[in-house]
Nanobody
Framework: QVQLVESGGGSVQAGGSLRLSCGAA????????VAWFRQGPDKEREFVAA????????YYHDSVKGRFTISRDNAKLAMFLQMNNLRPEDTAVYYC???????????????WGQGTQVTVSS
């Protein structure tokens, strides 16, 4: 099993940057694909980005390509989401998730953090 805790959320102006972190408890983390999802006001939770267990492959939702970068550090049981050129539509609660296979849907992941709020003002 894996326990996940997000941090790094906050409030920024449009065009600004934030770096989200997700810390894990449980060595299984190092074998799992990990992902970020987000849920904006009155919206369903949506996929943002994912990275495979080795870090050799990552993929992104079209809306964040070129602005967000996902990375991980298995030695520290952590993963990150660097968010640049933020837009008001990026405002959401951001969740990290993990599981032992790839996917872009909520049901693909069994382990979730509690979320961290990101607010982008215009």
């Amino acid at each position: 099993q894996v326990q996940l805790v997000e941090s790094g959320g906050g409030s920024v102006q449009a065009g600004g940057s934030l770096r989200l972190s997700c810390g894990a408890a449980g060595r299984a983390f190092t074998r799992y694909t990990v992902a970020w999802f987000r849920q904006g006001p009155d919206k369903e939770r949506e996929f943002v980005a994912a990275i495979t267990w080795s870090g050799s492959s990552s993929y992104y939702h079209d809306s964040v390509k070129g602005r967000f970068t996902i990375s991980r550090d298995n030695a520290k049981l952590a993963m990150f989401l660097q968010m640049n050129n933020l837009r008001p539509e990026d405002t959401a609660v951001y969740y990290c998730a993990a599981d032992n296979h790839r996917g872009v849907y909520e049901d693909d992941y069994n382990y979730w953090g509690q979320g961290t709020q990101v607010t982008v003002s215009s």
